[in-house]
Each structure stands twice: as structure tokens, then as C-alpha cells.
């Protein structure tokens, strides 16, 4: 009787059959993406794989259609797939692994399988070195030479940056599967992932146990990774199939602590804290193994000891960035209760299906009860924003007649606001009279990205000298990989907004993030007050919350400065329009 196959295994398969698909070419390349989607789907699953199977819900996992689920289940009951049968009779063995050689084609591995048996990287480029490839038809000196300078080179496939929600679910993806290590004592995210950035190149993994180069072994038997850079018994660098590249360090229980610090700051912070360590004659030292599978990196007292022998304040993961954290912590002058997550009492910049949500108004707000909320803003688009479905006039009664009734069945308050256009001249899309009948205002610049400094400059200051108090949103309109932030003097901006009746929002929707941090760092010197938002567009892009409290951090900021972190009576009267 055949044993069913663990997620990780089925998802190898799939995996498998995405490469030999793409190997194809034609039309096979789209079915190729389904597979590899699928095969993502599998090892990210948080559910028991067999209750899922067992309850034919595979299909209502997004990107897992009737095909796919079918051959899902004949791997799980069968521990085979008749697509993967099939397609490794078509092709010689060893055709994945070598065809990510430049300049082999499937026919040229199929040839040099049957010539010399080779069906590795290692046994190709042995017979390379020993000169045995020169004298297979086809082939010749001059390739044998293309191979071994490929070879030598490592050329690998490209490895893009990841958003930090995408590099996040990758590093736990691989982190799960590490945990079904039986030598594996503690494993954790470390690098930009844990310090919050933006994007992530490399996502960096640290892990402890007694035989690190057994957890290097069995990291390389996760099913998505399509290429290894690099290995030794302590770290390898592998790239994954969507294109993301790990890094896992894997040390002895002893030097967990000091190596997840090591890992953890930027290459500039760590070199600047090792200098101090030297000036003042500190040594790390090893550390008591208590490491275990369920304690969290901010549990460790490890990183609060090394910077207080250092006679410094305790330094955030996600300040280690060399941008003055350092010196503010000799002085004692850097902020020690930063804004978490648990402070955030109520959910800002929420769109419905009366703009471009997706969900309705009772469901934003069912969904941000769940979350523990005390209260959620409604703020769809306004008129300008034809294109998003903007609220006109008269649709807003409509809008503002449904809140009261659903207010009536839910206990999280429901705020009737608006993201306002700032249209070209700085004015705000609805009239004086309906901006002041709102509780909230979000004031954002949606078209006309590439006005000069000096006019966008103007049109930016014009706006916040508005007299009804507004939420600056999503501050200097750039997308992340796709467009960056608009030109103005943010100096000159920020020096209004600090008298005038504005706040500034930091935005969470993992592809804007805005503001940077630096310039979050400048708005806080000047005193101005934040909202953390979610720019949530359904119910679960209310988990946006989270990178926006990332990004305030990174930014310095306390729980006081930010106005979403008050009580609902507080937070509607910090942020009433009409003063």
C-alpha cells in the first residue's frame, strides 16, 4: 500500500512537470505556469492537505483548476502522476538539471545521455575536463570549452526583487518546510526581510542544529528550488522558480543568537557596530542553547544584551540601517516605544464596491470587527476618479444612508469619508460644503504624475493650506517597481503640512509603501501627525495594516504619533474635517 505523499513531495512533482512542460515550448509553456502555480499553492498550504482532498476543496484554492486538482489527488493517494510519467518518457534523465546549461539544447542532452550516460551537471563537466565531450558527434573542441567556461562561470538564471509580502511568503514556505527537519532546533527570517524593506533580492534564512550540513542537505530537497548557486556546510544560496533567491545559514545552537544579529542589519550598521565592538573591547561571546522551534526572534535577550555592553540603547530590526539609529542610541535619544501592530485601534482608507472595492460596506466592516477594530473609515473614490468609480453627490447620500444601516448591525463604528482627488490647481474634488459633512478626509493626487517640481510643488501646498483638516494619501504616488515618486520639494511640503490642518498617511498596500522612511523621519522631526493606512480595496487587503506599521517603524515612529492608534472618540475628533 502506498503511503501519501506530503505537500512537499507533491509539490516537487508538480514542480517537475512545470519544467519538462516549459521544456516543450509551444502552447505547453501556459500549462507550464499552471503547474508551477499549483505547485506554489501546495507548499504555502496551511491546511491539512488530506482534509482539503478529502473535502474536494482543492478547486476553491485560487490558480487550482479541475486539471490540476486531479493530478493533486493522484499524487496524494497514488504517489504518482500519469502527466509526470509520461513526460519523463519523453525526455533523457537528467534533461532539468542540464538544461540550464547555456547552450544545451534538449536534443544535444539527449545526445551526450546516450553517448556517455551523463545525466548530471557533476558527470558533464567531468567529461568535459577529461576531454571525452570533443569527440561526440556534434559537439567538437570548441563546445566542450563553451561548457566548462559556462560551468565555470555559474551563469544563473535572472533573480528578481520581491515585494516584502511576496519574500515574506517565500521565507515561510521555506521555513515550514525546514520545520519538518528532525535535527532542525531553530529557524528565522533574518536580512531585509526582517528589517521590513520594500523589496528583498536575497531572502535570508538563519537556522541552528547540531549537524548544520544535514539541515543544508534537506533544505535542498525543497521541491521549488530550480538552481544552487552556491553550498557549503554551513550556507547555501538557491533560487526558487518564481525567481527568489535564499540564502540559508545554518550554525550550531551556540551561535543562533549572534548570527541572526549578524544577518539581520545592513552591511553598513553591522560594520559600524562591529568598529564600536572594537574601540570598546566586546566580544559576542557563544550563547546558551535555548533556542527552539516556537520562540520568536524579539523573545531573544541576546541582541538587547550586545547593545546595552555597548553602553547603547536597544536598536529595532527594522532601524538597523546605518541611518543615525546608531548615534541616537549612544545618546540615548532614540525612541523606544515604536507603534506595533496591537496599537492600531481602527482601519483607515477602506474602498467598497461603491468605488473599486470589491466587498461591501457591511462586509469591510464585519471583517474589521473580526480583526478587533474599534472603528473603519469608508473613503471610496471621489467624482475626478471616473475611471475607479468615484462617489458623485448624489450617489454619496445613497453611500451614506447604507452606513447607517448597516451601522445598526455591527458594533466596529463606521466613519463616512472620502479619498479627494487633489486636482491640478490643489483644490479638492467636492465642494466645501460636502468636504465639511464628512468625518475623514483622504486627500490624494491620482493623475498628472509628471508636473514639474515647482508646479507639483504648488499644487501640493495649495492643498494642504485647505482649511478642513485632511489626510495626505499615499504621499508621493509611487509604485513600487513600476513608478516612482513624483518630483516636488518635500522640504518646503512637509513645513506647511506642519502648520497646517493635515496629517500625513503611510500607506500599506505592499506596492506603494509610501512614505520612505527618510522622508517619515523629516515629517516627525517637524512634529506632524500620521495615520498608518491600509488602502484596502477588499476584506483582505485589511491585513495591509501590517506593512504599514513595518514602514512607520522604519520611520522612527511612536505610538503617539501616530492619530489611528487613538480611541474612536479621540481619533474623530483628531481628524474632523470641519475642525
Known amino acids: ?45 496551511n491546511e491539512d492537505l488530506g482534509e482539503v482532498i478529502e473535502n474536494d476543496r482543492l478547486t476553491a484554492r485560487r490558480g487550482i483548476g479541475n486539471a490540476l486538482a486531479s493530478q493533486i489527488k493522484q499524487l496524494y493517494f497514488t504517489g504518482s502522476s500519469s502527466v509526470l510519467d509520461q513526460l519523463r518518457q519523453e525526455f533523457p534523465p537528467g534533461v ?92 528565522e527570517a533574518a536580512g531585509a526581510i526582517r528589517r521590513w524593506e520594500e523589496t528583498v533580492g536575497t531572502a535570508r534564512l538563519v537556522a541552528s542544529a547540531t549537524a548544520p550540513a544535514h539541515i543544508i542537505d534537506y533544505f535542498l530537497k525543497f521541491p521549488l528550488i530550480v ?40 552591511l553598513s550598521h553591522i560594520s559600524k557596530l562591529e568598529q564600536v565592538m572594537t ?10 542553547a535555548k533556542a527552539t522551534r516556537s520562540r520568536k526572534p524579539e523573545d531573544s535577550s541576546f541582541e538587547h544584551q550586545l547593545y546595552s555592553r555597548l553602553a547603547m540603547q536597544y536598536i529595532p530590526p527594522e532601524l ?41 460596506i457591511e462586509e469591510m466592516a464585519l471583517a474589521a470587527e473580526a480583526m478587533g477594530m474599534k472603528y473603519i473609515t469608508i473613503t471610496d473614490h471621489s467624482p475626478t476618479a471616473f475611471y475607479a468609480g468615484g462617489v458623485t453627490p448624489d450617489r454619496l447620500k445613497r ?26 490647481d490643489g483644490s479638492l474634488d467636492y465642494p466645501d460644503a460636502i468636504l465639511e459633512k464628512f468625518d475623514v478626509i483622504v486627500a490624494s493626487i491620482h493623475s498628472r504624475y509628471k508636473m514639474d517640481s515647482e508646479k507639483m510643488t504648488r499644487r501640493l501646498v495649495t492643498a494642504m493650506r485647505q482649511p478642513v483638516f485632511k489626510i495626505w494619501g499615499h504621499a508621493l504616488g509611487r509604485l513600487i517597481q513600476r513608478r516612482p515618486p513624483f518630483e516636488c520639494d518635500m522640504q518646503q511640503v512637509l513645513d506647511v503640512i506642519a502648520e497646517s490642518n493635515a496629517a500625513i498617511e503611510i500607506n500599506g498596500d505592499p506596492y506603494r509603501l509610501d512614505m520612505e522612511p527618510r522622508w517619515i523621519r523629516e515629517a516627525r522631526k517637524r512634529k506632524i501627525k500620521f495615520v498608518i493606512s491600509v488602502d484596502a480595496h477588499s476584506t483582505g487587503a485589511l491585513n495591509n495594516v501590517r506593512y504599514g506599521v513595518g514602514m512607520a517603524r522604519r520611520g522612527w515612529l511612536r ?8 480611541s474612536t472618540k479621540a481619533f474623530m475628533k483628531a481628524v474632523q474635517p470641519a475642525g
Open 399 to 424: 453611500q451614506w444612508d447604507e452606513i447607517e444601516e448597516v451601522q445598526e448591525k455591527v458594533n466596529v463604528k463606521i466613519l463616512k469619508g472620502t479619498e479627494s482627488d487633489i486636482i491640478a
Open 1 to 45: 500500500m502506498n503511503l501519501p505523499l506530503d505537500r512537499f513531495a507533491i509539490a516537487a512533482a508538480l514542480q517537475e512537470i512545470a519544467t519538462l512542460l516549459e521544456l516543450k515550448g509551444g502552447t505547453d509553456r501556459f500549462k507550464a505556469r499552471a503547474y508551477q502555480t499549483g505547485a506554489r499553492v501546495i507548499a504555502g498550504l
Open 227 to 266: 538552481q544552487i548557486e552556491n553550498r557549503s556546510d554551513r550556507t547555501c544560496v538557491a533560487v526558487l522558480s518564481e525567481g527568489a533567491r535564499i540564502r540559508l545559514t545554518v550554525v550550531e545552537p551556540a551561535e543562533f543568537d549572534w548570527t541572526l544579529w549578524l544577518e539581520t542589519g545592513s
Open 96 to 187: 532539468i538539471e542540464l538544461s540550464g546549461v547555456p547552450g544545451l539544447s534538449i536534443s544535444k542532452v539527449r545526445t551526450l545521455h546516450d553517448a556517455l550516460g551523463i545525466t548530471s551537471i557533476n558527470e558533464l563537466q567531468a567529461a568535459a575536463e577529461a576531454g571525452r565531450i570533443r569527440n561526440i558527434k556534434g559537439f567538437g573542441a570548441r563546445t566542450e570549452q563553451k561548457i566548462l567556461e559556462s560551468l565555470s562561470r555559474n551563469e544563473s538564471r535572472e533573480v528578481r526583487r520581491l515585494h516584502i509580502h511576496h519574500a515574506q511568503r517565500v521565507a515561510a514556505q521555506v521555513t515550514d518546510y525546514l520545520r519538518t527537519a528532525k535535527e532542525l532546533i531553530d529557524v
Open 559 to 566: 505610538k503617539v504619533d501616530v492619530l489611528n492608534t487613538l
Open 320 to 360: 538597523r540601517e546605518d541611518a543615525g539609529e546608531i548615534e541616537a542610541a549612544m545618546k540615548g535619544t532614540l525612541p523606544e516605544d515604536l507603534v506595533s501592530a496591537k496599537d492600531i485601534q481602527g482601519m483607515v482608507h477602506c474602498h467598497t464596491i461603491y468605488s473599486d472595492g470589491k466587498n461591501t
Open 279 to 288: 574601540a570598546k573591547k566586546v566580544k559576542p561571546g557563544r550563547q546558551n
